[in-house]
């Protein structure tokens, strides 16, 4: 796959199974699990499929996860020094949209809690929408924020989404926020990407 993002301080590649087992322990860990997946211990057999339908996802729809590592100056052609450890993740999938309204394009991140309040979310976040909207074309992307993860709802919020009307806060404490490609392209917020 040639869908390396890199930004000022990350590069983001596609999430394959060699990162399965920074993957799992990075989901399991209890500080990130907490927001993203409900509390829920996840498998390594929800991993694998969370990688394979990621992939697919790049097949057909021109995008999915990218596992995030530091960039280092002195590193190799791709930006990563070898074996760089994953710090998070940031990517796009399909979600169903609030109040059962179709399905959306949904903006994901996390990152290892050592790394919480640097800006590295919004960074990775900013250039997987770039990918998103100038490179895949995608129309509008959302966000399912938790709200009892402020610091979520403000990295939303620091990328120029809006709260979405219909999506008030649902039975899971969720609120959705939307980004759309015409005001996306129009902000020019394209400002940690790398040339």
């Known amino acids: 796959m040639t869908e390396v993002l890199r930004t000022v301080r990350l590069v983001l590649h596609p999430v394959t199974m060699r990162d399965h087992g920074a993957l799992l322990t990075h989901w399991t860990g209890p500080l990130v699990r907490r927001h993203l997946f409900a509390d829920r211990m996840i498998s390594a057999v929800q991993v694998t499929e969370i990688i394979d339908a990621s992939e697919r996802d790049f097949a057909t729809e021109g995008y999915g996860l990218w596992a995030l590592r530091p960039a280092h100056r002195t590193a190799g052609i791709d930006g990563t020094a070898p074996g760089g450890p994953l710090i998070g993740v940031a990517g796009l999938s399909h979600h169903d949209g609030p109040l059962g309204h179709g399905v959306d394009v ?13 800006g590295l ?38 990328l120029g989404m809006r709260r979405r009307p ?9 609120a959705y926020y939307a980004a759309d490609r015409s005001r996306w392209i129009g902000s020019r917020r394209i400002v940690d990407a790398v040339p």
């Open 121 to 158: 979310a919004a960074e990775a976040s900013r250039a997987v929408l770039d990918y998103a909207f100038g490179v895949v074309g995608v129309h509008r992307v959302t966000a399912e924020i938790d709200m009892a993860n402020p610091a979520s709802a403000e990295i939303a919020l620091q």
């Open 106 to 118: 949904e903006i994901l991140y996390s990152l290892e809690p050592d790394r919480w309040g640097q």
């Open 166 to 174: 219909d999506g008030a806060g649902g039975p899971d404490g969720a």
